[in-house]
């Protein structure tokens, strides 16, 4: 089974900007990070084919939130500008699921980072 091991979380001022880091233990053909807040579902933010390259965000995030991949070492990013209090919760990287991204069945999970942010 693949181990995503993230990091990179903390807590920031409204306005700020963190970056998220995934490292996949083994070759996964896509990669990606959920995150859920407190009393909330969890949801996607983005997701990448590590073959195509091609990246896919939810609506509401692509203006701020950056998802990309360094292929050589399995490694997983996200970078995050423009940080609000309603952007905290905990991120978690997913990989190799099946069907869409949004409901990534079958998928492996990492343990989560937490993102705080402040105002």
């Known amino acids: 089974e693949v181990q995503l091991v993230e990091s990179g979380g903390g807590s920031v001022q409204t306005g700020g900007s963190l970056r998220l880091s995934c490292t996949a233990s083994?070759?996964?053909?896509?990669m990606g990070w959920f995150r859920q807040a407190p009393g909330r579902e969890r949801e996607g933010v983005a997701a990448?084919?590590?073959?195509?390259?091609?990246?896919l965000y939810a609506d509401s995030m692509k203006d701020r939130f950056t998802i990309s991949q360094d292929n050589a070492k399995r490694t997983l990013y996200l970078q995050m500008n423009n940080l609000k209090p309603e952007d905290t919760a905990i991120y978690y990287c997913?990989?190799?699921?099946?069907?869409?991204?949004?409901?990534?069945?079958?998928?492996?999970w990492g343990q989560g980072t937490q993102v705080t942010v402040f105002s």
């Open positions: 990448i084919y590590t073959i195509s390259g091609n990246a």
């Open positions: 997913a990989a190799n699921w099946e069907g869409s991204w949004s409901q990534p069945a079958g998928a492996n």
């Open positions: 083994e070759y996964v053909h896509s």
